[in-house]
């Protein structure tokens, strides 16, 4: 009896050592998230070379979010594969508050849908932390394309079948599927040409090399206000405020409910500490009201949105389901290239 009283005891004792234990572990995230961050310096990941809407975005962000953390926030660019190579970084990386992500649709969901490559899963493998804001694209025409117009750029499409091309920034990105959408309204056959940024799309554009293009309006707007690119038409239901000259694509009989946009969020690795992303969602709320940042956006024509967390899960999650079906036309075609 004195033998069964002694392994019990024994087994209470390791019981309570185990749980204390437990309790120990469990208390780490939360203590560290409390320390952070740190004097270490902030990573924010960019999928694209410099110059494009994405770094355009994450610079206008890093800046009054290392003010406000209080540690250097530095934007790297990882381009490649659609802004893919860039978010695999943030997947692989530790959940430690020091590397995130500024995302776009394409590296988040839609390139998963083109590419089979892509093994991580933008939905479930990245922290949400919050929505930065929603810009519509703009269909140009590039020196000698030799149009004027969309209706032009349709007709001609169709006189020349798969003769004529789009470039967008990578397969599988919203540039990408804007152009296919555009076959599939209009039924023409611009022919899919993929790069890897905005940078070298905007030289073969102008040195026509390419007739047609896809771009963020912010990247396009120097160009087309110089007339060296020709605006068609921008891909959201109205006219944008940061350029109500350009017709939307929607206004034309054959692209009726045309809707079509980019949009920017903040991301960390997935298993990023709640205090952690709570955190880093109040001071990108606070930022995106700040008068200057909110200017910035404006004159690039972005919204500035914010919002919670769930609200971004939410919002990824119709977007994707949105432009699914675009995507498995494309596929199907084999225009996915």
């Not at 045309?258 to 930022?287: C, H, Q, S």
């Not at 990824?316 to 079906?325: G, N, P």
Request: charged share 15%.
């Amino acid at each position: 009896m004195l033998e069964l009283f002694t392994l019990t005891r024994r087994s209470r004792r390791t019981s309570l050592a185990l749980s204390l234990a437990a309790a120990g572990l469990l208390a780490l995230p939360a203590a560290f998230a409390q320390s952070w961050p740190t004097a270490k310096p902030i990573t924010l990941v960019v999928g694209y070379p410099a110059g494009g809407s994405v770094d355009l975005v994450a610079r206008i962000v890093a800046e009054p979010l290392s003010k406000r953390l209080g540690t250097p926030v530095v934007v790297e660019n990882v381009g490649g594969a659609g802004g893919t190579i860039g978010a695999q970084k943030v997947v692989n990386a530790a959940p430690d508050g020091h590397t995130l992500l500024l995302g776009s649709g394409s590296e988040i969901s839609i390139a998963r849908l083109f590419n089979t490559a892509v093994k991580y899963n933008g939905e479930t493998d990245l922290t949400p932390i919050g929505l930065v804001g929603i810009t519509p694209m703009v269909f140009v025409a590039g020196p000698k394309a030799g149009v004027t117009t969309l209706e032009e750029a349709l007709a001609k499409s169709r006189r020349e079948p798969n003769k004529l091309n789009f470039a967008s920034s990578g397969i599988g990105t919203p540039l990408h599927v804007s152009g296919e959408l555009i076959n599939m309204l209009a039924g023409t056959s611009f022919r899919h040409v993929p790069y890897r940024g905005a940078a070298q799309m905007v030289q073969d554009v102008l040195g026509g090399n390419v007739e047609f293009s896809v771009f963020v309006l912010s990247s396009a707007l120097p160009h087309i206000e110089t007339g060296k690119m020709t605006a068609l038409g921008v891909t959201t239901p109205t006219r944008s405020r940061a350029a109500p000259q350009i017709p939307a694509l929607a206004e034309n009989p054959r692209l009726k409910g045309y809707d079509m946009n980019v949009w920017f969020g903040l991301f960390g690795p997935a298993k990023l500490p709640p205090a952690m992303t709570a955190r880093l969602n109040k001071e990108l709320n606070e930022i995106l009201r700040e008068q200057e940042v909110w200017q910035k956006l404006q004159k690039a024509g972005i919204s500035n949105d914010g919002g919670t967390p769930q609200a971004l899960t939410s919002f990824i999650k119709a977007e994707t389901q949105r432009v699914r079906s675009v995507v498995n036309k494309a596929v199907a075609t084999g225009s996915a290239s």
